[in-house]
């Protein structure tokens, strides 16, 4: 009898430690219990896009005033659209090197048209030549005007022979010889200031469409965070060019969206200069919106989203 109690007693031990159920059993060791979750834990806020002057606002404006003070001023970085159909933007890394990089994504932060006229095309140009425009305007109404040219200081845009329909000296063109333009200002993932590019007239219906969207249902462009791309198109010539696509990648939270207005409110009048120098920039020289970075304000009283 005791033998039999030894072995039924044993059996059920046995069965008690394999036991699932029992929180000291091998399948459930009681150093590793999972703990009861905590009603009172805050969940971890993950960025919706690392950017400083959303995650670490303060530490950006040390870094500008300490790393920029008494560098009067600096200017912005151009991103360069490829010519003949290519599929890379050509930006400067933070060694003043030329890359190339197949995407933009970041958040836009300002666009606005411009014209610029040049008496010598692309093709028509040297490296030895000037590559400022002889004409340019920073609203698209108003010329600056090249009167050796015979386009007067001041000349009105809407009556100017070189924004006409079909004065475009490309064989075949019914274009205009003066170039509309739109510049864009994006902030990218991990820095402070904005990089810019010109798009040329066969990407703009790219980007208002994708403006148009974002406004259909109600979201600012400043309020998600944007990816730009190329594509190659052709024209009715058989002429291959590039052309920038534009598609949301995520939705800003509604306090990043509100510390992204308060930075661009604080930008505005700097990315809105424009001038003859910024338009013939490459990637890779200071080039830009002419401003003292080292005295940006990053929106006054504006809270930091994290």
């Given amino acids: 009898m005791e033998n039999a109690n030894a072995n039924t ?13 029992n929180p000291i059993s091998p399948a459930n060791p009681i150093n590793t219990m999972t703990p009861m979750p905590n009603p009172n834990a805050v969940a971890a806020i993950v960025p ?15 870094v500008i005033q300490e790393n920029l003070a008494g560098f009067g001023k600096l200017k912005f970085d151009k991103v360069k659209m490829p010519a003949g159909g290519g599929l890379t933007f050509e930006v400067a890394d933070e060694n003043g090197n030329v890359v190339p990089v197949q995407e933009i994504r970041g958040v836009i932060i300002d666009h606005f048209p411009f014209k610029a006229w040049w008496e010598k095309s692309y093709e028509e140009k040297t490296d030895d030549d000037d590559k400022r ?19 007067a200081a001041g000349q009105q845009c809407a009556s100017c022979k070189y924004g006409m329909w079909g004065s475009s000296r490309k064989e075949g063109s019914r274009g205009k010889d003066c170039a509309d333009k739109i510049r864009i200002h994006v902030l990218c993932e991990g820095e402070v200031f904005p990089v810019f590019f010109d798009l040329p007239a066969t990407s703009h219906t ?49 306090a990043e969206k509100v510390a992204m207005k308060q930075y661009i409110d604080s930008m505005k009048d700097t990315i809105r200069r424009i001038d003859a120098e910024t338009i013939a920039a490459e990637p ?7 401003r003292d970075l080292n005295s940006l304000n990053l929106g006054a009283g504006a809270e930091q989203a994290y």
């Fill in 9 to 21: 007693n044993g059996t059920a031990a046995l069965n008690f430690a394999t036991d699932p159920t």
């Fill in 48 to 62: 919706t896009i690392d950017l400083p002057i959303l995650t670490q606002k303060e530490e950006a404006l040390s």
């Fill in 133 to 151: 425009p002889d004409c340019f305007s920073d609203d698209g109404i108003t010329g600056s005007g090249c009167p050796e040219k015979g386009i």
């Fill in 206 to 254: 790219n980007l208002k469409e994708y403006i148009k969207r974002l406004t259909n249902r109600l979201k600012h462009y400043y309020g998600v965070v944007t990816s730009i791309k190329l594509e190659k198109d052709k024209n009715a010539a058989g002429t291959v060019f590039s052309k920038a696509t534009f598609s949301k990648a995520a939705d800003l939270t509604p």
């Fill in 284 to 290: 890779g020289e200071v080039s830009g919106d002419t």
